[in-house]
């Protein structure tokens, strides 16, 4: 059974910064899309960032240039390393991961985020990390 635990959740103030991590585990699989989500209070989540096990990555246009997404394939690892955070940034953190067999699922079905979306359905979920951010 696959399982993924978000860590790294703080609190913080404007300007500083975090880095999240979730470990996956359980999981059996030649190839991967991972991504962060985020679901601020009362708001929809929305998809933050993505990477496949290509090492492709893409970042919701609202955090271009401050969020970077990474792995760590030798500790099944997913990170994001958050810089400049602002209120707005404040809202539980999800990751979410579509795992395969097929080695090159994803040179076929690009793992990205577009507005706000990933371009595909990722069924495993983490249980999310709290971040907030205060003025």
């Known amino acids: 059974q696959v399982q993924l635990t978000e860590t790294g959740g703080d609190s913080v103030q404007s300007g500083g910064s975090l880095r999240l991590s979730c470990v996956a585990s359980?999981?059996?699989?030649?190839?991967?899309?991972m991504a962060w989500f985020r679901q601020p209070p009362g708001k929809e989540r929305e998809a933050v960032a993505a990477?496949?096990?290509?090492?492709?990555?893409s970042v919701t246009r609202s955090v271009d240039g401050r969020f970077t997404v990474s792995q760590d394939d030798s500790k099944n690892t997913l990170y994001l390393q958050m810089n400049n955070l602002d209120p707005g940034d404040t809202a539980m953190y999800y990751c979410?991961?579509?795992?395969?067999?097929?080695?090159?699922?994803?040179?076929?079905?690009?793992?990205?985020?577009?507005?706000?979306?990933?371009?595909?359905?990722?069924?495993?979920w983490g249980q999310g990390t709290q971040v907030t951010v205060s003025s």
């Open positions: 979410a991961a579509r795992f395969s067999g097929d080695p090159y699922e994803f040179r076929v079905n690009p793992c990205r985020v577009i507005r706000g979306q990933t371009t595909m359905s990722l069924p495993n």
């Open positions: 359980g999981a059996n699989y030649r190839s991967y899309c």
């Open positions: 990477i496949d096990s290509d090492g492709v990555t």
